[in-house]
């Protein structure tokens, strides 16, 4: 797998490289906001490390405009902000996962490899939900995070996908934000957030047809 690091500090971009790519990954460097844009268009890596504070840009701005792109890479954020308020905000923004300086190798590497598995969707025969759910004139093709409807196919992130996962799961049922905060976010249930609400309403968009 290719993956896209992006820090301004070249000791940490320098042990990422050479960490990661120990570990068997590709890996292609960044030192700014618009080299990271710039090389995520070239080298279409699997997933980017993130920093936040950059020198042009800083990493949530980064993640919006990939977004905004249409480009639904994995984003680890990798930072020295720790705040929840920066975290829950880099969520807000797309990002799959938050890891704040500093850090240690072997919970990077985890991270990392999490998400290139729920990426993959590794192990999804464990899960109550097959690859493939159709309702009405839409189906959800999990393993290629992708949504079919009338007008069209529409393209989801890792994120999407497992929050429509989780209510799949437990059609029927009632679900809290605590519980999607906990299960898809990682994230504490009392969590002070509308990042649920806002990926339900993105979510609806996605599926509801006329």
């Not at 960490?19 to 990954?25: H, K, N, R």
């Not at 960044?30 to 997933?47: N, V, W």
């Amino acid at each position: 797998a290719k993956l896209l690091v992006v820090d301004d500090e070249p000791f940490i971009a320098d042990l990422l490289r050479s960490s990661l790519s120990f570990a068997g990954f590709e890996v292609v460097t960044a030192g700014s906001g618009a080299a990271a844009l710039i090389a995520a268009e070239e080298h279409r890596p699997d997933l980017v490390v993130l920093d936040v504070g950059l020198p042009d840009m800083d990493g949530f701005e980064v993640c919006r405009r990939l977004r905004a792109n249409g480009n639904e890479t994995p984003v680890l954020f990798l930072t020295a902000r720790s705040g929840r308020d920066d975290r829950i905000r880099g969520l807000r923004e797309g990002g799959d996962d938050y890891l704040t300086k500093p850090f240690r190798l072997e919970e990077l590497l985890a991270r990392v490899r999490g998400l290139m598995r729920r990426r993959r969707w590794d192990g999804v025969a464990e899960s109550v939900t097959p690859r493939e759910v159709s309702f009405g004139q839409v189906r959800v093709l999990f393993d290629r995070f992708e949504i079919e409807t009338p007008e069209g196919t529409k393209r989801i992130t890792t994120r999407e996908a497992g929050l429509l996962r989780a209510l799949i799961e437990r059609e029927g049922e009632a679900v809290t934000r605590g519980e999607l905060l906990e299960e898809v976010w990682g994230l504490r249930p009392d969590t002070k957030t509308r990042v649920v609400d806002s990926f339900v309403v993105r979510l609806r968009r996605y599926v509801e047809t006329d």
